[in-house]
């Protein structure tokens, strides 16, 4: 009989939770979505009109699909990048430079490997890649667990020197002979494959195996975060840091760690897009991806939570992919994407308003419960 009454109490509880957790970032978009109609108002155009636009423009075919999920893939890789991170209560906002490391590793690589079967050289520039994310978050770590130097102020510093040495790199030893500031196009046998290569029966599309790989990385840093040893100290050093030290958890080691693995996602996303899209690198200063700081967005969206970086990175893919379009079609500046964007990222910022409203909302749905239950 006890069972049969407490059955109804967890199961409201884990639905109150499923809520908050979920609740934040949804609330949180459709609240950008709702300013963002009126501002679009405020300019003289057709909200409805102009969002119409932007699904179209990010799912209204496969080829609008395909740019979606091209947007969203080094989204996903920043994106889980950040939230690793966060988990052991580091802000790596330095993902943007490890993301530039990762994007010269891979034109390096690539250039250096393009004589090797694909199957072989595609691993090492990944791999490689990888590495030189890890050891461009690794000088901040050690910082951090050393002398405590803030992790926000170090990795900032180090994306600015990471993009201005790649852009002396691509403007001098590695330039292509065409004189612009660029690499020289890799070899078509280290170029990622595209989606509708692999997929019988799907039309030509942007999309590429970078996508497939974001997939399998969320899932195996949730599976580390989750179930192994690391994963634990990881969580428990970003829960409570006195508490893990008392329990035998070296905070320096765990510091360290956490953000080499931080840099390597990060140092991956270059590599996808120097693999899978430009197949080249550009000087970043110049060209700028900003799909680092974005990955900061999309992991707060997120919670935190590597899957759900995936569908946050794809609401970002999808509000760059159809930006165009909207402009196109319905003459809204493609702006407005970005001031949308800023929106996502204040209302998750302010998640103790939203989780506030939610919580009063409960509360009312409770005594209107409660005063039903006494007529």
Not at 36 to 63: C, E, K, N, Q, Y
Not at 191 to 215: N, Q, R
Not at 272 to 294: N, P, Y
Request: proline share 5%; glycine share 10%; hydrophobic share 55%.
């Amino acid at each position: 009989m006890s069972e049969t009454r407490e059955l109804p109490v967890v199961t409201e509880a884990l639905w109150a939770r499923v809520l908050r957790t979920a609740g934040v970032p949804l609330l949180s978009v459709a609240l950008a979505m709702a300013i963002g109609s009126i501002i679009i108002v405020a300019t003289g155009h057709d909200p409805i009109l102009a969002f119409g636009a932007l699904f179209r423009g990010a799912f209204g075919g496969p080829m609008q699909i395909g740019w979606t999920i091209m947007r969203a893939t080094p989204l996903m890789f920043t994106g889980l990048a950040v939230a690793f991170g966060f988990r052991a209560n580091l802000f790596n906002i330095g993902a943007e430079g490890q993301l530039v490391l990762g994007s010269f590793a891979a034109a390096w690589f690539g250039l250096l490997l393009g004589g090797l079967p694909s199957i072989a050289s595609i691993p090492l520039i990944l791999v490689g890649s990888a590495l030189f994310g890890a050891a461009w978050a690794l000088i901040p770590a050690l910082l951090k667990a050393k002398v405590g130097a803030h992790e926000v102020i170090t990795t900032m510093m180090f994306s600015w020197i990471a993009l201005y040495l790649t852009s002396w790199l691509v403007s001098g030893p590695l330039m292509d002979k065409g004189g612009i500031p660029q690499t020289s196009m890799l070899p078509a046998s280290v170029w990622l494959v595209t989606l509708d290569k692999i997929i019988p029966g799907l039309p030509p599309v942007s999309a590429h195996i970078g996508f497939l790989l974001a997939l399998a990385l969320a899932a195996l840093v949730w599976w580390i975060l989750k179930s192994t040893t690391l994963g634990y100290q990881i969580r428990a050093v970003g829960f409570n840091p006195t508490a893990a030290e008392n329990g035998g958890i070296s905070i320096a080691r765990t510091t360290v760690w956490a953000l080499c693995i931080s840099g390597a996602l990060a140092g991956l996303a270059g590599a996808s897009e120097v693999l899978g899209v430009q197949h080249r690198m550009f000087d970043q200063v110049s060209a700028g991806s900003g799909f680092g700081f974005t990955g900061i967005a999309v992991a707060l969206l997120a919670k935190k939570n590597p899957i759900a970086v995936i569908f946050a990175a794809l609401l970002f893919g999808a509000l760059s992919a159809g930006a165009g379009t909207m402009q196109l079609e319905a003459d809204v500046p493609q702006k407005i994407i970005t001031i949308i964007q800023a929106l996502i990222i204040f209302f998750v910022g302010a998640e103790t308003i939203i989780t506030w409203l939610i919580k009063r909302r409960q509360k009312l749905a409770l005594e209107k419960k409660g005063a039903a239950d006494v007529v």
